[in-house]
């Protein structure tokens, strides 16, 4: 008898159909990873387990008997905690708040115990490694942070069954190690823990068994010895992918697109020159903290810069606002997709051609349902969105990946001549990171100048065409990627510490 049973469980949203008859058996001590394609039904599975959604049929079990949970209350009254793909930080709350939001230490008579609020926080975050400050306002750390903070907050309450959702799309090596040394700690002392990812490196390394869904349905689970990438994602995609990234710049041009001398943000960045040419990509790597985004801000206009200049075409420009920005040709698609990319209440049609509502009215004010339709259904066919009918689907409502690759038209849609892109494959899964990876490629074969932030290796040297290496603020040098290694950037990033030591 296995400890948590899901056995056969179907579920629709209207007439689409996401889980046919799903069953799984997961045991107490293991880690039991679930992977699948954007769209295949990872979250949702997890969502009825944990009481936010209802199955339409099939049942769950625990140590054999039927369990119903209505909401999440009753699923952390049977040990099951959800750490979400979306985040749920209320960001006008300090971070010790957020961990024990409804179960906060109380004094007699009801009264909060704030000092005990603020150190059972901090031994929260210490026990994960996390360095955040429980008084801290969490709105303002960064999603690496709010990511941690949604962890604790969940290990806080004691529970048997540990759900994370992508719990590692937006943390650092670092943050990513520690969390896994708390996951086989966990373990170890006898809790389940169900892991989803998109990084098959992380699903071999710590998982006893790993489950493939495809399309909603469960097309297998294999334990350790048969645990090969390329069976994983043969179950995942029912194809073997091999190129995984596109061939280097067809025709890179000398033209300079964007230039930033010298420019400088107090605290955040300083002293970074580097220029983007047309036609090519330049990657940005750096580790959480580097400050690349701060200063894609900064060039994008939604900061300023303190000290240095930034020129477009050679033209010097200081945008005072993204809005400037867009309209010269400059977009950023963030990192960030729900609290600056999208707006998840309003459909994939109006977040599609938001940046470009101007070519898609008629006498530049009244919006033309057809060309918004037209513009849309392109994207979506272009990008392999899921499902393909979600045209007025609120974008909340799409899969983690799938919300990023509209974040992707909405930018296409603008026609950019600079693209800035951060963290462009965040939750997306195999398939749909080589195609974005693809597009990029397309892009500035097409003229376009593309300048990718990313705090991923492999991506870095897989894609650009040049590499910036950024740490603490400061960049360590630019490297023309031809037989660039992991090694070779790494050295750059940490030179001068070597050197000191
Ligand atoms: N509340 C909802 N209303 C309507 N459709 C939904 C809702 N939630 C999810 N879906 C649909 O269910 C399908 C599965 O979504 P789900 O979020 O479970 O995918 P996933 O496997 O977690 O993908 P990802 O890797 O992108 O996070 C998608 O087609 C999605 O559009
Ligand atoms: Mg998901």
Redesign the pocket.
């Known amino acids: 008898m296995s400890y948590l049973k899901i056995d056969h469980i179907t579920k629709s ?2 007439n ?1 159909k ?1 889980l046919t008859d799903i069953s799984i058996d997961f045991e107490k001590g293991e880690i039991h990873s679930l992977i ?10 997890m969502k009825i387990i944990g009481g936010i959604y209802q199955a339409d049929s099939g049942q769950i079990l625990m140590e054999g008997k039927p369990v119903r949970m209505h909401d999440p209350i009753e699923a952390y009254g049977c040990g099951i905690g959800i750490v979400h ?1 979306e985040l749920s930080i209320a960001g006008n709350m300090t971070a010790a708040q957020n961990v024990f939001v409804n179960h906060e230490p109380v004094k007699w008579l009801g009264f909060i115990d704030w000092k005990k609020l603020y150190a059972d926080a901090a031994a929260e975050f210490d026990k994960i490694g996390a360095n955040i400050d429980p008084r801290a306002i969490a709105g303002t750390l960064s999603v690496g942070m709010q990511q941690m903070i949604e962890i604790s907050k969940v290990l806080s309450k004691d529970v048997n069954v540990l759900i994370l ?2 719990p590692t799309s937006a943390l650092s090596d670092n943050e990513i190690e520690n969390l896994f040394r708390i996951l086989l700690e966990l373990k170890k002392m006898g809790k389940l823990i169900i892991f ?1 990812s ?1 990084k098959l490196n992380e699903i071999t390394r710590i998982s006893d068994k790993v489950s493939v ?1 495809r399309d ?1 349905t469960c097309t297998g689970t294999l334990d350790r010895e048969h645990m090969e990438v390329q069976t994983i994602i043969r179950m995942m995609v029912g194809r073997n992918i091999d190129s995984l990234y596109p061939p280097k710049a067809k025709c890179r041009s000398n033209k300079k697109a964007l230039s930033a001398e010298h420019i400088s943000r107090t605290g955040k960045f300083s002293d970074l020159s580097f220029d983007i040419c047309y036609g090519e990509i330049v990657g940005m790597f750096g580790l959480v903290g580097a400050g690349r985004t701060e200063c894609a801000f900064s060039v994008f206009g939604a900061d300023k810069i303190d000290e240095g200049q930034i020129y477009l075409e050679g033209k010097p420009v200081s945008f005072k606002n993204p809005a400037q920005a867009i309209k010269e040709g400059v977009c950023y698609l963030s990192e960030d997709r729900k609290a600056i990319g999208l707006f998840v209440d309003m459909t994939v049609k109006e977040n599609t051609v938001a940046a470009c509502l101007k070519s898609v009215c008629r006498h530049g004010q009244f919006l033309d349902e057809n060309k918004a339709k037209e513009k849309t259904e392109g994207y979506i066919r272009e990008l392999d969105i ?2 393909d009918h ?1 045209l007025d ?1 609120k974008v ?7 919300q990023q690759k509209v974040l992707f038209a909405k930018w296409l849609a603008a026609d950019p001549r600079i693209l800035i892109v951060d963290e462009p494959t965040r ?3 195999v398939g749909a990171k080589a195609m974005i990876h693809h597009i990029l490629r397309k892009l500035a074969d097409a003229g376009m100048a593309v300048w990718m932030i990313s705090s991923e290796l492999p991506e870095i040297l897989g894609v650009s065409d040049k590499v910036i290496v950024m740490h603490e603020g400061r960049c360590k040098g630019i490297l023309e990627n031809e037989d660039l290694t992991e090694e070779d950037v790494m050295k750059t990033a940490f030179r001068e510490e070597a050197e000191h030591e």
């Open positions: 949203f209207g689409n996401v699948g394609e954007n769209g295949a039904g990872k979250s949702t599975l793909q959702d992508e989803i998109h869904l909603g899921h499902p979600c689907y909340r409502n799409l899969s983690g990946g799938n939750g997306v899964d």
